[in-house]
């Protein structure tokens, strides 16, 4: 008996599953949601100073907060909930602060957030005191399961608490006319509450607040915690609408939560039943698994042909800034702006994205369409250098497009395949990713400086044949060995008298099966300062199998007579 043999089959790991309730649908079999589109932004209000920074490990400061404001306005945020000024004195300063510095342009709207609790509610309006225009944001629970184990209330209970704090926030902004009061409610832990009831207390704070088409009040339906599908969210909101009444005095929001990974899902699909405004943070930081990412939403509108209404075009500045004011990484896979957001290593999907980008600039009619890349990367400030990483999955097109994008050479396609080689070998050698500099330095090593070879080319000139008007006559200078010295040869042209040559002299046959030269943009080449050639040929091995050699230089034929040098030395090498 072996000994692995004697280990007793493992047992499959069974997880407490029994535990758990599925949520239930909605009965709306005759929902519309799904056969609508999204063909404008939402109304956007960015929740990172209040929601985002209450879930950081390390709270903002004055400093952070304030580069974050500055930030969001900058992007185009209209609406900001920059706090809960009756929660902590930090934040009451802070909303001091922007309203008494005049940091707060006419056309954003500040939120705060306050509980329906009076001693709250009063500290509020305090801090907003000589505000131009606030969103005052209300809410309680009013969950069956928060009523049942954090309130111990019933229905009516819950209700009285959320009118009791609406009519208190009435008589505070009736107090302060100068200021252009919104009223916005929230029954927190929408998700969780019977869909009846949630338009019951919601329809309760209306007949308080008294809105119009004119003055609208905001409904907030926060997924507080995110508990089915974001289907069911949609069909939640589809039947809200459905059923309040005075649609038309509503300004109907979502807050959506991530905790079962599907937030911004969530969101288009309620926007899609109907919502008008969607509240999150940037990149989704917020409690657990975080708030729905308006980054994210924005750019997917973006990249289906909608405007977003924020500004995106330097996403890897907001990124940093976010990192700086939350003390918290953008994920490197983030959608759109991770650092590996738009790279491949696939060597099938890096060949698809060259012959892409090679396809848009030859159409140039101003739609985008590459392989893989659902929008350009330069759209969001992004370079196309990044796309490309070389590791030991990746194929001739990465390599290829490092050698192209970055250095000018325009491989011919057998020179992919047998470079793409060496390459594969350095990879698989180290496990590791291969830079564009590496691959420079191995594509220089294998075909051009060739470090360790025997055959160095110098110099030549040509003269014609005074016996034979189609063929030349060449004289080639080589360093053989280190130990210079002059060849001659004849040939129908240079390249042809040049084989002649250095074949005889390193006992070579040295069979020319193909060339192709072109020229390198003075920004391909080190320093700039000229344009060089590169040329290529391709020889036969005595086995029937090919090789290349690769010459640069700003002559193209001593970039030839270099090329046919490359593929002697490699010849000899491989024996």
Known sequence: MTAQSKIPAASPAKMPFHKYRPFQPVPLPDRTWPN??????????????????????????????RR????????????????FPAASDTDFAFVRQIIEEGAIPADVTIQVLTQARPELITRTFAALKGVHRAIVHLYNSTST????????????????????????????????????????????????????????????????????PQKKVIFNLPATVEMSTANIYADQIEYFLRKVKNRDCIILS????????????????????????????LFGNGERTGNVDVVTLAMNL??????????????????????????????????????????????????AIKKGMTAQAQRNDGVWEVPYLPIDPADVGR???????????????????????????????????????????????????????????AFDGEYLSQPGHRFDFAGHRTLPDPHKSEQRSLTATIRDGGRE??????????????????????????????YREHAISP???????????????????????????????RNIVAASLKAVTSAANRLLAAG
């Open 36 to 65: 609508r589109t999204i063909t404008r932004a939402p109304v956007w209000c960015s929740v990172d100073l209040r929601d985002g920074n209450q879930a950081l490990i390390e709270p903002m400061g004055p400093e952070r907060k």
């Open 68 to 83: 974050m404001f500055d930030t969001l306005v900058q992007l185009g945020f209209k609406e900001i909930e920059v706090g």
């Open 145 to 212: 399961l928060q009523r049942r184990v954090v309130f111990g209330l019933d229905q009516a209970g819950i209700t009285k608490i959320a009118t009791d704090g609406a009519r208190l926030v009435k008589q505070l902004a009736d107090a302060a006319p100068e200021t252009d009061w919104v009223f916005q409610y929230s029954p927190e832990s929408f998700t969780g509450t019977e869909l009846d009831y949630a338009i019951e207390i919601c329809e309760a704070v209306m007949d308080v607040w008294q809105p119009t």
């Open 254 to 281: 979502l807050h959506p939560h991530n905790d079962r990974g599907t937030g911004v899902a969530a969101a288009e699909l309620g926007v899609m039943a109907g919502a008008d405004r969607v509240e999150g943070t």
């Open 302 to 351: 973006f990249s289906q042909g909608v405007d977003p209404e924020l500004d995106f075009s330097d996403i890897t500045a907001v990124a940093r800034t976010a990192e700086y004011c939350n003390q918290l990484p953008v994920h490197p896979r983030h959608p759109y702006v991770g650092e590996l957001a738009f790279t491949a290593f696939s060597g099938s999907h890096q060949d």
């Open 383 to 441: 370079a196309y250098e990044p796309v490309i990483r070389i590791n030991s999955q990746s194929g001739k097109g990465g390599v290829s497009y490092v050698l192209e994008n970055d250095y000018g050479l325009e491989l011919p396609r057998r020179l992919q395949i047998e470079f793409s080689q060496v390459i594969q070998k350095i990879a698989d050698g180290t496990g590791k990713e291969i830079s564009p500099q590496l691959i420079w330095e």
């Open 485 to 514: 010295i002059e060849l001659q040869g004849t040939g129908t042209g240079p390249i042809d008298a040049y084989i002649d040559a250095l074949g005889r002299h390193a006992g070579v046959k040295i069979d020319l099966i193909d």
């Open 523 to 553: 920004a391909a080449v080190s320093g700039g300062a000229a344009s060089e050639a590169v040329a290529y040929v391709e020889v036969r091995r005595p086995d029937g199998t090919t090789l290349f050699g690769v010459g640069r230089d």
